[in-house]
T-cell receptor, first 117, second 111 residues
Framework: GAVVSQHPSRVICKSGTSVKIECRSLDFQATTMFWYRQFPKKSLMLMAT?????????EQGVEKDKFLINHASLTLSTLTVTSAHPEDSSFYIC?????????????FGEGSRLTVL | LAKTTQPISMDSYEGQEVNITCSHN???????ITWYQQFPSQGPRFIIQGYKTKVTNEVASLFIPADRKSSTLSLPRVSLSDTAVYYC????????????FGKGTRLSVIA
């Protein structure tokens, strides 16, 4: 099946620094990718929809200047957490839907755990 | 986006069949029903997908009644490794439509 890969899987950073998380579709092209975040024992919360070649669409309450999303190619989307603070510590997960898919099945990355000290 | 409702948690002994029902009263004509499994610190993994009636694959069965307002994921003979959170989602057709996760069902399999 289709594979979505995230990097890094874990990252620890100091408060105030920026962290970039990459999401790649390894064997298919993804015009649209989605970014979720998940707190412990909670469900996934949609943050934004990343569209190749255009601006991302953010969900209500998600700061677009804090969570920068870039989808420069059909196989790569990046999420940059700018000026990270401890409350940004979370599990970030990306997903993608392959081209030509009409059933809504999403392929998810392995997730990236961010810890801000 | 159709909202889904599932039991918060379920317990089962190894070897038993587990059925998890999801309600989605506002499902749209174009929506598919998809179930995902998530282990701690991992991304969700696709289990099964269906539109109507019954779908079966090597790991599960999905039962969908004619009105499609609910669906039931059936896991035959669960093992300890099936302990996970199971999410029911509805959506589809448009590649630009994100899937919104509900709270999911936390299944605990006991030896």
């Amino acid at each position: 099946g289709a594979v979505v890969s995230q990097h890094p899987s874990r990252v620890i950073c100091k408060s105030g620094t920026s962290v970039k998380i990459e999401c790649r579709s390894l064997d298919f092209q993804a015009t649209t990718m989605f970014w979720y975040r998940q707190f412990p024992k909670k469900s996934l919360m949609l943050m934004a929809t990343s569209n190749e070649g255009s601006k991302a669409t953010y969900e209500q309450g998600v700061e677009k200047d804090k969570f920068l999303i870039n989808h420069a190619s059909l196989t790569l989307s990046t999420l940059t957490v700018t000026s990270a603070h401890p409350e940004d510590s979370s599990f970030y997960i990306c997903s993608a839907q392959g081209q030509g898919s009409n059933t809504g099945e999403l392929f998810f990355g392995e997730g990236s755990r961010l810890t801000v000290l | 986006l159709a909202k889904t409702t599932q039991p918060i948690s379920m317990d089962s002994y190894e070897g038993q069949e587990v059925n998890i029902t999801c309600s989605h009263n506002n499902i749209a004509t174009n929506d598919y029903i998809t179930w995902y499994q998530q282990f701690p610190s991992q991304g969700p993994r696709f289990i099964i997908q269906g539109y109507k009636t019954k779908v079966t694959n090597e790991v599960a069965s999905l039962f969908i009644p004619a009105d499609r307002k609910s669906s039931t994921l059936s896991l035959p003979r669960v093992s300890l490794s099936d302990t996970a959170v199971y999410y029911c989602l509805v959506g589809g057709f448009s590649g630009n439509t994100p899937l919104v996760f509900g709270k999911g069902t936390r299944l605990s399999v006991i030896a």
